[in-house]
């Protein structure tokens, strides 16, 4: 169990979960409609969308209310749309956002045993948690990681991530370079 100093700044997944999450996000959009030239240079921003919201661990009090909502999700559509500066890349904008969003998804499937419980997924509209209590993700703890127990914890949590990840990642790999081929 992580030790209660610990619990402070817990984060669910970690980011190497998180990236896998965006990764996936933008695979499963390759197999939908296809890659579009240059999507795979952009495979590193989709990725770092996916952990961005936890930057938030950087505000005191901040941690999953406004970056772990839908609202972040959209204000980045929004800059990412901007900054295409065309109306026609909506899809670019789209895994984007997309990508963003699955750091909610998973958060939202992730353990979470500290109060208040979840993301605030409707901030500003409501301050209410949400979390689906089926703990798919365990917490990883960003306080005193280099301490014994918090680095066990830790390399358990990443593992179990991997588990669950790294075959769907296999997956997607393998249907889209069969795609590729056909």
């Known amino acids: 169990m992580i030790a209660e ?6 984060s669910m ?8 999450g965006g990764l996936v996000v933008v695979w ?3 197999l939908v409609d296809g890659p579009p030239a240059g999507r795979d240079r952009l495979l590193l921003l989709y ?20 970056t772990h909502s839908l609202f972040a999700a959209l204000l980045v559509f929004m800059i990412a ?8 890349r909506w ?6 956002a997309a990508a963003y969003g699955s750091h909610l998804l998973l958060d939202w499937l992730g353990a979470d045993n500290m109060p208040p419980r979840g993301i605030q997924l409707l901030w500003p509209v409501s301050d209410r948690w949400f979390i689906s209590d089926l703990d798919l993700f365990r917490q990883t703890a960003r306080r005193h ?3 014994g127990p918090i680095m066990r914890e830790n390399a358990i949590a990443v593992a179990q991530e991997l ?12 249907a889209r370079a069969r795609r590729s081929r056909s």
Do not use: E, K, N, Y
């Open 163 to 174: 588990a669950i990840m790294l075959p769907i990642v296999g997956l997607l790999w393998w």
């Open 145 to 147: 990681f280099l301490t």
């Open 81 to 88: 749309a901007a900054v295409t500066g065309q109306v026609t």
């Open 47 to 66: 990725m770092a969308l996916a952990a961005a919201p936890d930057l938030d661990l950087l505000v005191p009090g901040g941690h999953r209310t406004a």
């Open 13 to 20: 997944p970690s980011p190497i979960g998180h990236a896998l």
């Open 28 to 30: 499963v959009a390759d």
């Open 91 to 96: 899809r670019t904008a789209t895994l984007c």
């Open 5 to 10: 100093s610990a619990m402070i700044s817990l």
